[in-house]
């Protein structure tokens, strides 16, 4: 059923998987750490999974009741990166790079705006 509602989402985990996959095997040498970018595409694919589920749960006919859980989804999203972004500059020996994190940062804007938008919608 998510992938039915959300299938822009499933589309982009998609595309950056097989896009990243491709990176590697190939050997192609990019200013990005690809490693990276697909374990912060998964992480958001997960996220928007566990938001959906949690979106599905609550009343339609209560405005404030969507726009709380989109907000607490985000916030939860927020938490969740920033945590994994710390502990990550502890574990890490070299620096992520500019384009890196420009690349994640641009995923996540593109995840939270189709889970918004999904949110959104008259059902």
């Not at 950056?16 to 912060?40: D, R, S």
Request: net charge positive; aromatic share 12%; hydrophobic share 55%.
């Amino acid at each position: 059923m998510f992938i039915k509602k959300n299938l822009t989402a499933f589309l982009l985990f998609m595309i950056v998987l097989v896009t990243g996959q491709t990176i590697l095997f190939n050997g192609i040498i990019l200013p990005i750490k690809v490693n990276f970018v697909l374990t912060v595409n998964m992480m958001l694919f997960a996220m928007a999974y566990l938001n959906y589920l949690r979106l599905k749960k609550v009343d339609e006919t209560n405005p404030n009741a969507i726009i709380r859980s989109v907000m607490m989804g985000t916030l939860f999203k927020l938490i969740v990166f920033a945590g994994a972004a710390l502990t990550y500059v502890k574990q890490a020996k070299e620096p992520v790079g500019y384009p890196t994190l420009l690349t994640s940062m641009a995923l996540y804007l593109a995840y939270t705006w189709l889970e918004i938008r999904l949110a959104t919608q008259k059902k």
